[in-house]
Structure formats: C-alpha cells, structure tokens
C-alpha cells in the first residue's frame, strides 16, 4: 500500500523555522514529481512548494524566499524547510506526490504547523 507520511509539524514562534519530512513508500520514487500544499482554517487548499522530477522548483509567491523543497531519490523522502515562519503560515501541510508514468496521486494524512507567540 503506497503511504506518504509526513512529519516535522509542530508549534513555533513567529520567525523560527521547521523543517518537515515525507517519508514516501513509492517504488520508482524518482519518477514521482512532489509537492507540499497547506490548507489554513476557512481557507481552500493551496499549494506551496514543488520539485519535478529533474528538481527543478516553484514556490508559491508567499513563500518564495523563506521555504525550500528539496528531495533525495536514494531515501525516498521529500523535505519543506520553513525559515522566517509567520502567523499566517499556520496550517495543516500536505505531501503530494504524482507519477509522470501513470499520472497516479498520492497524499499524506498532514501534519499541523502552528506559528504563534
């Protein structure tokens, strides 16, 4: 059963940094493109960082120069490290990953980030 788990999420003051994992049970991991969506209480979905296949990556424009995706094949894992954390990061982040195969998705259960004095 392919599982995608994230941890790292947690409660920080504003300024701090995270650094969340997802740890992917993908055969063919490299083949995956990735990404980290977040959904904030009231909020749709959106989504915050991705990394192709070839580790080329886009941020969204609130996050662009604090958050970095980056991903290592040989573990199976994708990381989001959050720096310069503001209130208005809080959320439930998300791991997704699509097959550029089979176009097949796969999500994590989230993980809590809370940023907060």
């Known amino acids: 059963q392919v599982q995608l788990v994230e941890s790292g999420g947690g409660l920080v003051q504003p300024g701090g940094s995270l650094r969340l994992s997802c740890a992917a049970s993908?055969?063919?991991?490299?083949?995956?493109?990735l990404a980290w969506y977040r959904r904030a209480p009231g909020m749709q979905r959106e989504q915050v960082a991705r990394?192709?296949?070839?580790?080329?990556?886009n941020y969204g424009g609130s996050v662009l120069d604090r958050f970095t995706i980056t991903r290592d094949n040989a573990e199976n894992m994708v990381y989001l490290q959050m720096n310069s954390l503001k209130p208005e990061d809080t959320a439930v982040y998300y791991c997704?990953?699509?097959?550029?195969?089979?176009?097949?998705?796969?999500w994590g259960q989230g993980t809590q980030v809370s940023v907060s004095s």
């Open positions: 997704y990953a699509i097959s550029t195969i089979t176009w097949r998705e796969y």
């Open positions: 993908l055969s063919d991991f490299s083949s995956y493109a």
């Open positions: 990394i192709t296949t070839s580790e080329v990556t």
